[in-house]
């Protein structure tokens, strides 16, 4: 029997660092439709869909979404009004197809923000360890002291009301679950060979940070940034039912909640339908986090999800 | 152990003082002057002028540097003293005093329920994996984590009270009135802890160990309740003590809703009406009640897992 030519240098090589950059995770996305991995089809099917009402938003608005007539008020639901009308005599599909823009971009937001500056700062930390990190881990301590709404309400009783302000006010709790992930990896991913080799090539801190840790983190990242979407979009909407949110006349699917909630005894329709799309795009959100976890790493299903 | 605790005190103490910092200043920098804040929240948007603005910084001390503020007032809530609301006009404390003990019913109550629907659930639903019962707990788990707890709030009312007519809408009085808001609150943790319960039995399960104790001859119910339940349960006090977080934060909405007198309800009248000292009072409060949590959850978690115990808590 012949033996496999072994290559004199193959154990001698550094391990490479996994590159993991977005094109491969598209070719994996693709590939799971093959796969038994029910939860990411669906999730991607219905998130697209969201997403492309909300892009789309104009174009598919049977009425405009602001304009009052108190002649059409609490119509019920029927054929010339699916979802039926407000007290302003505002036809509430019209509406929650326009909300959608606010609800979701201010939730994208939140996620894309507090992933960036977590990730950083959790990168930094771990890398430089020593009081750089005890600093920014206390901080993380004192943050996660608070339940987010708390802390939010008492941010926006600072900032005011708004959509932006919303944004920052769940952000400032956010970011420290993604801290923690990518310090938790950073420390782990320091004292790897290729990384005293990357040291040793002359990379400075920010080269090796970049260039070997980010692409190593990345996918940690995104696990927990999917997870995360879904409980962001219900932290947001339960912000601006408060009244935290963009503010009237530019529908919010929370805000739209607290005005029917008002009504709910003669027109219970101006709080389910909102409702419903808000369960309906967390859940699509939570399906798709699910999927994506299961795809990039099943061990850790089910695990616990972050606040 | 003892050195774990005492190194986890030590953290929550200073947890403590920088969430009292933090409220501080958050609150205290609110754009606007904080004079014209305290008139309008008691007198009106018509009572601010020169001369009211003035007396109510001298009344309520304000011309005070924001240092000598921060420090006056850190010794007060050392000693419990956490000013006068200024819409109410009486201690901040004494008002808290009254509110507190309902909110603490109502997120107990949230609680048993959760625990007593999520642990059986978790169980039998890690046993029959991948029958159809594990699949419906899977999927309405999943479905009650989605759904917003304020809109299931309204769902619950329209139903329960406008169309049966079988349970209060609001306020609190007698048993029946805490249902409809105890329920609300218990829905999240619900879900998250029978999802948890559920992997970290299948983990379990497949373990040598239960293997061993089924093949020397164990009933199904000791190796269940004896072994790996014990050993799944570690990670289920971790989401206990982050969901306890969440009935705090969403307490604040279904008070809101179900009008409950509680701390959430008052924290969000305070901020309506610009009350600053009361919410102080209702934040300082909810992050204290929230840290000694937290700690307790550590405790539990460090008495039950070994390696923490001998490890004194390092990693």
Redesign the interface.
């Known amino acids: 029997m012949m033996e496999k030519p072994v290559s004199v240098t193959e154990g001698l090589r550094y391990p490479r660092p996994k590159l993991a950059g977005i094109p491969k995770y598209m070719n994996v996305l693709w590939r799971s439709f093959n796969k038994k991995n029910i939860m990411l089809t669906l999730g991607i099917i219905f998130a697209t869909f969201i997403i492309l009402v909300a892009i789309f938003a104009p174009v598919l608005e049977p009425y405009d979404p602001t304009k009052m007539d108190l002649a059409l008020k609490f119509i019920p639901p029927s054929a010339a009004h699916i979802f039926g009308t407000d007290n302003m005599g505002r036809d509430v599909l019209s509406r929650i197809i326009e909300g959608s823009r606010i609800s979701l971009s201010t939730a994208f937001m939140v996620v894309i923000f507090s992933a960036c500056i977590g990730t950083l700062v959790g990168m930094i930390s771990g890398f430089w360890g020593g009081k750089v990190d005890m600093i920014f881990m206390?901080i993380v301590?004192?943050l996660l002291?608070?339940?987010?709404?708390?802390f939010a309400?008492?941010?926006?009783?600072?900032l005011?009301t708004g959509a932006i302000n919303l944004v920052i006010a769940i952000c400032c709790i956010q970011w420290t679950s993604y801290a923690r992930v990518s310090r938790g990896e950073a420390i782990l991913l320091k004292n790897a060979e290729y990384i005293e080799a990357a040291k040793a090539i002359g990379n400075n801190s920010l080269q090796i940070m970049f260039k070997y840790f980010l692409p190593n983190i990345v996918s940690k990242i995104l696990i927990l940034a999917s997870l995360n979407i879904?409980s962001i979009i219900?932290y947001c909407?339960?912000l601006s039912?408060?009244g935290l949110g963009a503010q009237p006349p530019s529908p919010d699917w929370?805000a739209m909640?607290s005005d029917?909630?008002e009504y709910?005894?003669y027109a219970?329709w101006m709080?389910?339908f909102p409702?419903l799309a808000?369960?309906a795009s967390?859940?699509t959100f939570?399906?798709l986090g699910?999927g994506v976890r299961d795809l990039l790493d099943p061990r850790m299903?089910?695990?616990?999800?972050?606040? | 152990m003892i050195k774990y605790i005492i190194k986890r005190m030590i953290i929550v103490f200073f947890v403590l003082w920088m969430v009292a910092t933090l409220t501080f200043f958050t609150v205290h920098v609110t754009p606007g002057d904080t004079a014209n804040a305290i008139i309008v929240s008691v007198y009106g948007e018509d009572a601010v002028s020169p001369e009211t603005l003035e007396n109510v910084r001298t009344k309520f001390d304000l011309k005070r540097p924001v240092f000598v503020q921060y420090t006056d007032w850190l010794k007060n809530v050392v000693t419990g003293e956490l000013g006068t609301s200024y819409k109410y006009n009486k201690p901040v404390i004494d008002i808290l005093k009254i509110r507190l003990p309902n909110t603490l019913i109502l997120g107990f109550s949230a609680f048993l329920i959760s625990i007593v629907i999520s642990i059986p659930f978790g169980i039998i639903s890690a046993l029959n994996h991948n029958r159809p019962i594990d699949h419906f707990s899977r999927f309405s788990t999943l479905l009650l984590s989605s759904f917003p707890s304020f809109w299931i709030a309204l769902l619950l009312i329209i139903i329960f009270s406008i169309q049966l007519k079988v349970l209060p809408v609001s306020g609190m009085a007698g048993f029946s009135s805490i249902i409809l808001p105890a329920v609300t609150l218990s829905i999240g943790m619900t879900a998250a802890t029978t999802r948890m319960l559920r992997s970290s039995m299948l983990d379990v399960l497949g373990q040598d160990y239960i293997t061993v104790a089924r093949a020397k001859g164990l009933e199904d119910n000791q190796v269940i309740f004896g072994h790996a339940l014990r050993n799944a349960i570690p990670p289920i006090i971790t989401v206990i003590g982050l969901q306890i977080g969440h009935i705090i934060g969403g307490a604040v909405i279904i008070e809101n809703i179900f009008a409950w007198p509680g701390i959430g309800g008052l924290l969000i009248d305070s901020i309506n009406t610009k009350d600053l000292p009361m919410i102080e009072g209702c934040v300082l409060i909810i992050a204290f009640g929230y840290a000694i949590v937290n700690l307790i959850v550590d405790i539990t978690y460090s008495c039950i897992d070994p390696r923490i115990k001998y490890s004194g808590g390092d990693n």
Do not use: Q, W, Y
Not at chain 1, 145 to 150: K, N
Not at chain 1, 153 to 158: C, F, N
């Open positions: 206390r301590d004192v002291a608070f339940p987010t709404i708390i309400l008492a941010i926006s009783t600072v005011g879904g219900l909407a339960s039912f408060l929370g909640i029917g909630k709910m005894r219970p709080a389910i409702g808000i369960a967390a859940l939570n399906m699910d299903r089910d695990s616990v999800k972050t606040e």
